[in-house]
């Protein structure tokens, strides 16, 4: 894979995240699209955050099939939908976090409503603390396709924007570019971390 920069970023994305801790073991995946047709995917298995840009295998956005013959992310169905269903996304950052672990569990609805936060508005759109932001919350599934057409049931009748979280396992967000997404990823992480901080203390 050569010349093409949205790699290079992605890749300084999966070092970050895994200098963060936000990917511990081989948790984790991501991708960047190339085109209309095709996403570049983190290969199975590997510690995200050491990841090279050998490491990126190409996935047809529409099938899932996997021209190389190699193993794209277990979780290659999830990526594959956000890019049909949201044409401007550019990438796709899965992380596995203690934040976002705990409070999918703590969280027994169907979403976290976050509001009153400052650093909402690192996400795209958002322009005050006052709006309550949904990040929708599914139930976790082995069965990646179950999984991917539940979300994408979902996403027929209520708009996702920004990321989702599964539960007990962690957080998907996207954006329009590695950068979008990246901001994203660092501003949910925060929010959530605020979250659940906030409903530790507000218990005692
Ligand atoms: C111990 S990680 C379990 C699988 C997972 O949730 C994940 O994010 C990594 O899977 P991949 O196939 O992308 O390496
Ligand atoms: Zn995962």
Known sequence: ??????????????????????APATGGNMSVRQDAEYCLLSASGKDKGSLTRDDFIQVEIATNSVPSGRKPSA????????YRLFPQAGAVLHTHTVNSTVLSRVEKGSALLLSGYEMQKTLAGQDTHLNTVAIP??????????????????????????????????????????????????????????????????TQ
């Open 75 to 82: 979780e290659t169905g999830l990526h594959t939908l956000i």
């Open 1 to 22: 894979m050569t010349d093409f920069l949205p790699l290079e970023h992605l890749v300084a994305a999966c070092h970050w995240i895994g200098a963060k801790g936000w």
């Open 137 to 202: 919350l599914f139930d976790n599934d082995q069965d990646i396709e179950a999984l991917a057409q539940r979300i994408e049931a979902f996403a027929a009748d209520t708009p996702l924007r920004y990321g989702f979280l599964l539960r007990g396992h962690g957080l998907t967000c996207w954006g329009k570019d590695v950068n979008e997404a990246r901001r994203h990823l660092e501003g949910l992480e925060f929010l959530f971390e605020c979250e659940l901080q906030r409903r530790l203390l507000e």
